[in-house]
């Protein structure tokens, strides 16, 4: 009887979130963990750079770095079991930029994410390490509170091979994220899970992760994707059969409920529009009918934005997300969903220097040489042009463009050309040229622009969306992406902060 009262009291703690976990302190709310523990199936690991997963949660959500001095600094929320303490990050990262180095784990278990080292593929970091995130590079809101996610581009990633607590071999275990269904490609493998330990491929069954994209190469769902499905090591697995699931929808909400979970020889696959409605049950059943997957031979290590062997060429954005000890019920997630849909996710009021889009405007460059000057184009040539009121109509044309929401993601923007319409600023091999639209997804991430406040603190800078460190710059009156410092001619860091802050105004009128 006395077990059976404290399993009630303990349960009842778990609901209210009055229980205490590293850096935290008493709260009423209750969170996606706190969910989880009431259903008898605890976090593990619980990263999210947006807000607290516990209610009773105070500690670090996430460290950030800033490239001008290397210091660092830890963002928590604003109070208990709340949102990420944004402001924070801004102060710290005014006129210079901040990369995302550590995502820390609310569990207690100190299953971190950090900088993914080399495996069976190399990163483009030093050492071979994987890139880390641009700080800001994927604004959102919380309940109208701004937060940043954790902007993939190819090339970055984050792991823990030295995990507490993770399932191994075939053990249970559950799993969900929150992504930005609009953020993806069909590179190699945009993960959040239980991974291999050695960075390398250890064979069919050695991971059980969370997939988000439109990579066709094993298996896929319905319609041409993006899906979510589950890479199991040497197969990404929309249901039972190895190559096609059809129950498994293409599914592209702005923000993404995504969520993966096994047992012995059963697993499922279930997700949803995390701003509102329920889950759907994707897939329910048994192992795939592919040698190597019953039973499971899970290693525990923990991935984000990466495949277990570091495969590297996945795009996508990751916001939140846990991993449990056991299988957690559907009522459980049916829970957990609820309370993603109640923070509110949005992308409104994230902007800075935001954009009208179908308005027409110009871009003026700021730096002192050269503020007569502004984006134009002659033919598919962008350049910057001298235009004043006595320019011809044309000139004044050529230097005008149509706000278009993002081709590759509509919380960001792409460029119409006034004059030439269905051809958009777009940059190639790091050079921005005007090119029409062929529909490609390539072209649309290439196409998209994310506003940010001018890096010179004048106007207004525009950061590739798939180049997530790399804005617009003008260099010897040619348009560029440029990487501060980086190794190009156009890096250079001289004038940088000027090159890549823009005025915004209205268009020409000719």
């Not at 770095?65 to 303490?85: C, E, F, K, L, M």
């Not at 030295?162 to 992504?179: K, R, S």
């Not at 592209?252 to 279930?270: C, D, M, Q, Y």
């Not at 009156?477 to 915004?504: E, R």
């Amino acid at each position: 009887m006395r077990k059976a009262i404290g399993a009630a009291v303990f349960v009842s703690a778990l609901i209210t979130g009055a229980l205490v976990h590293a850096g935290t302190s008493e709260a009423a709310t209750s969170q996606p963990c706190d969910i989880y523990a009431a259903g008898g199936t605890p976090c593990v690991a619980a990263h999210s750079t947006t807000r607290a997963l516990y209610g009773s949660y105070t500690g670090p959500l996430y460290q950030v770095r800033r490239a001008s001095d290397n210091a660092t600094q830890d963002i928590a929320p604003v109070s208990a079991g709340s949102y990420a303490n944004a402001a924070t990050q801004d102060a710290f990262c005014a006129n210079t930029s901040c990369l995302i180095t550590i995502i820390y784990d609310q569990s207690g278990r100190n299953n971190r994410l950090t900088q993914a080292p080399p495996g069976g593929f190399q990163g483009p970091a030093a050492g071979g390490y994987d890139n880390l995130a641009n700080a800001t590079a994927a604004p959102a809101t919380i309940g109208g509170h701004k937060v940043y996610g954790v902007f993939v581009a190819p090339g970055t990633g984050y792991r823990n091979n030295n995990t507490n607590g993770v399932a191994t071999g075939d053990q249970p275990e559950g799993m969900y994220a929150i992504f930005d269904g609009t953020h993806y490609n069909g590179g190699c493998c945009f993960d959040y899970g239980n991974a291999e330990r050695n960075s390398r491929d250890n064979g069919n069954g050695t991971m059980e992760a969370i997939y988000f994209g439109s990579n066709n190469v094993w298996g896929t769902g319905a319609g041409n994707g993006p899906w979510i499905m589950a890479d199991l090591e040497n197969g990404l697995f929309s249901g039972f059969n190895q190559k096609n699931n059809s129950g498994d929808p293409t599914i592209s909400h702005r923000f993404l409920t995504a969520i993966v979970k096994g047992e012995p020889n059963h697993w499922s696959i279930r997700g949803g529009n995390a701003q509102s409605g329920s889950l759907g049950t994707f897939y329910n059943g048994a192992r795939p009918n592919v040698a190597g997957y019953n039973p499971m031979k899970k290693e525990g290590a923990i991935i984000l934005g990466i495949g277990g062997d570091n495969s590297v060429g996945a795009a996508g954005t990751f916001y939140e997300g846990v991993m449990t000890s056991g299988y957690p019920s559907d009522a459980t997630e049916n829970s957990v969903q609820a309370n993603i849909v109640a923070a509110n996710y949005s992308t409104s009021g994230t902007g800075t220097g935001g954009l009208t889009v179908g308005s027409s405007i110009s871009l003026r460059a700021t730096t002192a040489c050269c503020t007569t000057r502004y984006i134009s184009h002659s033919g598919a040539a962008v350049n910057t042009a001298v235009v004043s009121s006595s320019s011809s109509a044309t000139d004044k044309a050529n230097a005008s463009w149509i706000v278009r929401a993002g081709l590759g993601n509509g919380s960001c923007y792409s460029f119409e050309s006034r004059n030439t319409s269905g051809q958009y600023l777009r940059h190639q091999n790091y050079q921005i040229s005007l090119q029409a639209n062929d529909g490609s997804a390539l072209f649309a991430q290439d196409a998209t622009f994310c506003t940010e406040t001018g890096k010179n603190g004048q106007g207004t800078s525009l950061r590739s969306l798939n180049f997530s460190t790399a804005y617009v710059r003008h260099y010897n009156n040619l348009l560029y992406i440029a990487t501060n410092g980086g190794s190009h001619t156009w890096d250079a860091t001289a004038l940088w902060s000027d090159d890549v802050s823009w005025v915004v105004s209205g268009a020409w009128t000719p």
